[in-house]
């Protein structure tokens, strides 16, 4: 059983990811993607988003209609070889200690861990996040969300971002271990959206069966 925590700083997309995966579960084209085979949802809980009442100054800059207070959290089965997973998703605003207290337990519990960025974003204020994340394992992976945003020449500023982000972590002694290029929503109007959609998925099963 692999117990895979996502983190990342607020709005990088990690609840988007969670829910993007039940869908291709609940749909059956997991087993369209690369390396797919069929998988069942055994509980999916989004319980930890609440709407957000008003909202903060914070929130309304992201434009976020709701916000991650506790874990979200899917468990699902490999049909095949009958192993469960679980997969949490905490919230990113650490400056709130519920949330705070969520990123430091799943940190903890994770048997693997996926960090992720957004490439629409300053990247030294996304890592800020992991600077107060305290337990973790040696060798992570890494994901690249909202490569629909990233405009101009896309292969140069992905590489760019890559090194940066695997240099942060490498002070660290943290070793990125593969690194995954996402699209976390079915943005209209980008062509590449199926495959970068797809890559949420093949992550997650790549993960569970390395
Ligand atoms: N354009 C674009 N928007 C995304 C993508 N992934 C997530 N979003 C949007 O980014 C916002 C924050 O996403 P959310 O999943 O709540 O982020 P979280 O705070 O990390 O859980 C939402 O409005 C999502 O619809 C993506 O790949 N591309
Ligand atoms: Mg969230």
Redesign the pocket.
Same mark, same amino acid.
Do not use: W
């Given at each position: 059983m692999v117990n895979i925590g996502l983190l990342?700083d607020?709005? !990088? =997309? @990690? &609840?988007?990811?969670l829910r993007l995966f039940v869908r291709y579960l609940k749909v059956g084209d997991i087993e369209k993607v690369k390396g797919g085979q069929k998988c069942t949802v055994i509980k999916a809980d989004f319980s930890g988003e609440a709407t957000v009442p008003g909202g903060d100054k914070e929130d309304k800059l *992201?434009? @976020?209609e &709701?916000k &991650?207070i506790h874990p979200n959290r899917i468990v699902f089965r490999e049909d095949k070889s009958g192993k469960a997973h679980t997969i949490f998703?905490p =919230? =990113?605003d650490r400056k709130r200690s519920v949330i705070r207290m969520g990123i430091i337990t799943i940190s903890r519990i994770a048997t693997q861990i996926i960090a992720?960025f957004s490439c629409d974003r300053d990247v030294k204020t996304q890592f800020e996040f992991f600077n107060d994340v305290r337990f973790f394992p040696d060798k992570i992976n890494l994901c690249i *969300? @909202? !490569?629909?945003?990233l405009k101009g020449d896309k292969k140069n500023k992905l590489e760019k971002l890559e090194t940066e982000i695997i240099d942060f972590f490498k002070t660290r002694k943290i070793q990125i271990v593969e690194t995954f290029i &996402?699209? =976390?929503?079915s !943005?209209e109007g980008f062509e590449d959206v199926q495959i970068y959609n797809d890559r949420v998925v093949e992550m997650i099963l790549r993960i569970i069966t390395q």
């Amino acid at each position: 059983m692999v117990n895979i925590g996502l983190l990342g700083d607020i709005s !990088v =997309g @990690k &609840t988007s990811i969670l829910r993007l995966f039940v869908r291709y579960l609940k749909v059956g084209d997991i087993e369209k993607v690369k390396g797919g085979q069929k998988c069942t949802v055994i509980k999916a809980d989004f319980s930890g988003e609440a709407t957000v009442p008003g909202g903060d100054k914070e929130d309304k800059l *992201n434009q @976020k209609e &709701t916000k &991650t207070i506790h874990p979200n959290r899917i468990v699902f089965r490999e049909d095949k070889s009958g192993k469960a997973h679980t997969i949490f998703a905490p =919230g =990113g605003d650490r400056k709130r200690s519920v949330i705070r207290m969520g990123i430091i337990t799943i940190s903890r519990i994770a048997t693997q861990i996926i960090a992720i960025f957004s490439c629409d974003r300053d990247v030294k204020t996304q890592f800020e996040f992991f600077n107060d994340v305290r337990f973790f394992p040696d060798k992570i992976n890494l994901c690249i *969300n @909202k !490569v629909d945003l990233l405009k101009g020449d896309k292969k140069n500023k992905l590489e760019k971002l890559e090194t940066e982000i695997i240099d942060f972590f490498k002070t660290r002694k943290i070793q990125i271990v593969e690194t995954f290029i &996402t699209c =976390g929503e079915s !943005v209209e109007g980008f062509e590449d959206v199926q495959i970068y959609n797809d890559r949420v998925v093949e992550m997650i099963l790549r993960i569970i069966t390395q």
